[in-house]
């Protein structure tokens, strides 16, 4: 039997095929400035890592504020394999990932009998508790941190003089990870997460365990946010422990509350909108008025937060522009119809 939705699907998938091909082709005209080649690579970064909270906070319902402590922790373990033993790049981010996902897992899955604010309050305490120690270990540089050796420029060891490799390198990762939350959003496990997020105690009595898929989509967020630690590692070629600071993982969470938690798109959305604002900002303001652009960047937020409390996209999915698309650019009303 013929699916009257086919079209609609086809037309979306089309339309988000040519979002990315503007990403892909956007260095072409930007290429001789290095500046906004590193904002878009922040963006891609930070995005991933936005992404990675959305799965446990926005999907799961589990709020937790230690993301910044899994991407410090995934980069210092690659970046002390690299330096200690030698290890190539390409082979430390997946053993970092495994080991940040383990000690995450074996860490919080008796956090997870808390719930509410106590469970936000323990992944705080985790990631002060990582950042103190990586700040007093002699191993890893204490407070002198992690450089990265410099020298020639080789795919291999992932190390490059142009910024553009670095560009779809990140470009990749986001893109990745943006369909591997959508595969699971639609998958058994996305429908438990939604389910525990809803109520816990409802999951529990139909058969779903919440200890278990809480602790799966921790797993599978604190592995993310260990590859994105990775990639800034072997970007800025130097690491330390700044890079767990508690305010990072609070950067981490705003694109994906201000593009909409609800939705896997959400990340996507606030981090295009909010980062490339931020810079825009610190550019324009920052010289003349140091600090007007983090007012202003602050203003903004409480808007968004105050007059769309659902999101971007939250506002977006109940409006009349999002009528007119489907009906006018996607065909779904029509497919509708004839029905």
């Not at 074996?106 to 604010?117: A, E, N, R, S």
């Not at 142009?162 to 990140?170: F, M, N, Q, T």
């Not at 652009?293 to 808007?303: E, G, H, P, Q, R």
Request: positive net charge.
């Amino acid at each position: 039997m013929f699916d009257l939705s086919t079209t609609y699907k086809r037309r979306k998938t089309l339309l988000l095929g040519c979002v990315l091909l503007v990403f892909v082709l956007l260095p072409v005209v930007f290429y001789k400035n290095p500046y906004l080649v590193n904002v878009f690579i922040v963006i891609f970064y930070t995005t991933t890592m936005s992404l990675a909270w959305n799965l446990l906070g926005g999907m799961t319902g589990q709020n937790s504020l230690g993301h910044a402590a899994y991407m410090g922790l995934g980069a210092y373990i690659a970046c002390l394999f690299m330096t200690k033993t030698g290890m190539n790049p390409w082979l430390a981010i997946p053993v970092a990932m495994v080991i940040v996902g383990l000690i995450a897992g074996i860490v919080f899955y008796p956090c997870f009998l808390l719930k509410g604010p106590y469970f936000t309050l323990v992944s705080i305490a985790f990631g002060e508790t990582i950042r103190q120690f990586m700040l007093n270990w002699d191993f890893a540089g204490k407070a002198m941190g992690i450089p990265l050796p410099y020298g020639e420029a080789s795919f291999l060891h992932f190390r490059f003089h142009s910024k553009l490799p670095y560009y779809y390198i990140a470009l990749l990762m986001v893109a990745g990870v943006y369909l591997l939350i959508r595969k699971i959003s639609k998958s058994r496990l996305g429908f438990a997460l939604k389910t525990i997020r809803e109520d816990e105690d409802v999951a529990n009595a139909i058969g779903i365990n919440p200890m278990k898929y809480k602790v799966t989509a921790l797993v599978i967020s604190s592995m993310i946010a260990a590859m994105a630690g990775c990639f800034y590692a072997n970007y800025n070629r130097y690491i330390d422990c700044d890079l767990m600071l508690q305010s990072f993982s609070t950067e981490f969470i705003l694109p994906a509350v201000i593009g909409g938690a609800a939705f896997v798109e959400g990340p996507l959305v606030g981090g295009i909108i909010l980062l490339t604002l931020s810079e825009w900002l610190r550019n324009k303001f920052g010289g003349n008025l140091p600090g007007i652009n983090l007012i202003l960047y602050a203003i903004t937020l409480l808007c968004i937060i105050r007059f769309r409390p659902a999101g971007i996209l939250g506002w977006y999915s109940k409006s009349k522009a999002k009528e007119w698309i489907d009906c006018k650019i996607l065909g779904k009303k029509a497919e509708e119809a004839e029905a």
